[in-house]
């Protein structure tokens, strides 16, 4: 199957090179199915337009995304993968998400479901910000409202896959044993709070001595913090913290500011460095770190354990959430890159890469 993938994708490469040639031909309805679901010509321009955004975030030095041609032709090195023509890397993503799709829709089908009213609206709602807001950008790229809210309905699709296969009324729930597991140790359940780096009321913001002073003060403090102290001690220390600002800030609304929150590990990849990410995930039970969130605050966090503050039941949707979605994320691969895929290279020609446009 690594092999038929490897050949679908030298098709997609070819057709992204064709641009080169300057053929111009009326635009196909599709470009064939995958495992029988068919793929429209919107549905693959919005995988392909997709795929380069995410080339695009790795550009280098002396690469510009804008010069679609010119980039195409280059060379980019993917997080924990090796150097790839972006050309080549925008061909495997687009095959990647159409087999995701394809396997979304087929799962969903085999169950005999719907999306549930409250997901179709959701996903009405985003195609209507993504017209709103987008809508000439994804017109001059050959890409239509309604291929958006087929893509936009698919992604509900597959979240709702993660009750239907793995909640406690589907197909395979997961236990009790998988879900604690999970939320001891594939979690992250932090007491926290956010020590902003500027003034808020003049929005000075702190210079590199002011930041390393208020860093090494919030790391006293929640040095010398329990689990059972955490919020008192962080209180009493906030004020004084914000002081090297010259901000004025009460115990009593710092103490409003303390929160807890489930990390997972795609809101540690999201949100915060890979250094930031590391410390917090290196975090056991009753230890502190203070990381920086943004450019323009620090974290103050201590990891506590979930389960000495609620029940699984109370947790079981966070953790479902999470693990489940994983889980579905697993098995869409798997099966999409089971489906046989019969896409036309003539067809896919007519849509290349190389007339992606990133402004209008």
Request: proline share 3%.
């Amino acid at each position: 199957m690594k092999l038929k993938l490897r050949a679908l994708a030298a098709v997609l490469a070819l057709a992204l090179a064709l641009t080169a040639a300057g053929c111009h031909t009326s635009t196909p309805d599709a470009v064939g199915t995958v495992g029988g679901v068919e793929i429209s010509s919107g549905l693959y321009l919005l995988a392909q337009f997709d795929a380069y955004q995410s080339a695009a975030q790795y550009a280098g030095d002396g690469q510009d995304p804008a010069d679609v041609k010119a980039f195409l032709a280059e060379t980019i090195t993917p997080d924990g993968g090796e150097a790839v023509t972006v050309s080549d890397y925008v061909a495997d993503e687009t095959l990647n998400d159409l087999r995701r799709f394809a396997a979304v829709e087929t799962r969903f089908a085999e169950l005999g479901q719907e999306l549930s009213p409250a997901y179709a609206d959701q996903a009405e709602q985003y195609t209507s910000q993504l017209v709103e807001n987008y809508g000439e950008l994804y017109a001059a790229n050959g890409i239509g409202e309604e291929s958006l809210r087929r893509y936009e309905e698919n992604l509900f699709k597959q979240a709702a896959l993660v009750e239907l296969l793995y909640g406690e009324n589907g197909e395979t729930p997961l236990t009790d044993e998988e879900l604690t597991d999970h939320l001891e140790n594939g979690m992250l359940f932090v007491r926290y709070v956010t020590v902003p780096l500027y003034n808020a009321t003049t929005f000075a913001f702190a210079d590199q001595a002011q930041a390393d002073e208020m860093r090494a003060l919030a790391e006293k403090a929640a040095a010398a913090s329990t689990p059972d102290t955490f919020d008192e001690v962080m209180a009493q220390a906030l004020p004084g913290i914000c002081a090297v600002l010259d901000s004025e800030l009460t115990a009593e609304d710092a103490a409003a500011q303390i929160g807890s929150s489930f990390l997972t590990s795609s809101d540690l990849d999201s949100s915060f460095s890979a250094e930031a990410a590391d410390a917090l995930r290196a975090l056991q039970v009753g230890q502190t770190a203070v990381v920086d969130y943004g450019s323009l605050s620090l974290l103050a966090a201590m990891r506590l354990d979930p389960l000495e503050t609620m029940t699984l039941d109370e947790a079981r949707s966070t953790v479902l959430a999470d693990l489940g979605t994983a889980r579905v994320e697993e098995d869409m691969a798997a099966l999409g890159e089971s489906l046989a895929a019969d896409l036309d290279g003539s067809a896919m020609a007519k849509l290349p890469a190389g007339r992606i446009k990133m402004s209008v």
